[in-house]
Nanobody, 124 residues
Framework: QVQLVESGGGLVQAGGSLRLSCAASGRTFSTYRMGWFRRAPGKEREFVAAISRSGDSTYYADSVKGRFTISRDNAKNTVWLQMNSLKPEDAAVYYC?????????????????WGQGTQVTVSS
């Protein structure tokens, strides 16, 4: 069992930056692939970024590539999402997720554990 708690969301102007954090409980953090997803009002949940268990491999949605960076520290049981050059269309609730490294990292169904989410609002 893994519990995930996100933090770092807030209100930022377009072009600004935010850094989301996801703290995980338990001693098995390093065995999970970690991902970030988001859901905007009226839209489906969508994949944002993922990182392999070791942190050596990262994956991004095309919409955030070059602007967002996912990273992790297994010693701290934490994964981060650095978001730069934010756009109004990035506004959403952002969720951290953990799952076994099975299947594509882009599918929400491949993640077993989810956080409660943190709100990101981007003003234009």
């Amino acid at each position: 069992q893994v519990q995930l708690v996100e933090s770092g969301g807030g209100l930022v102007q377009a072009g600004g930056s935010l850094r989301l954090s996801c703290a995980a409980s338990g001693r098995t953090f390093s065995t999970y692939r970690m991902g970030w997803f988001r859901r905007a009002p009226g839209k489906e949940r969508e994949f944002v970024a993922a990182i392999s268990r070791s942190g050596d491999s990262t994956y991004y949605a095309d919409s955030v590539k070059g602007r967002f960076t996912i990273s992790r520290d297994n010693a701290k049981n934490t994964v981060w999402l650095q978001m730069n050059s934010l756009k109004p269309e990035d506004a959403a609730v952002y969720y951290c997720a953990a799952g076994p490294p099975i299947g594509t990292s882009m599918m929400a169904s491949n993640y077993a554990y989810w956080g409660q989410g943190t709100q990101v609002t981007v003003s234009s």
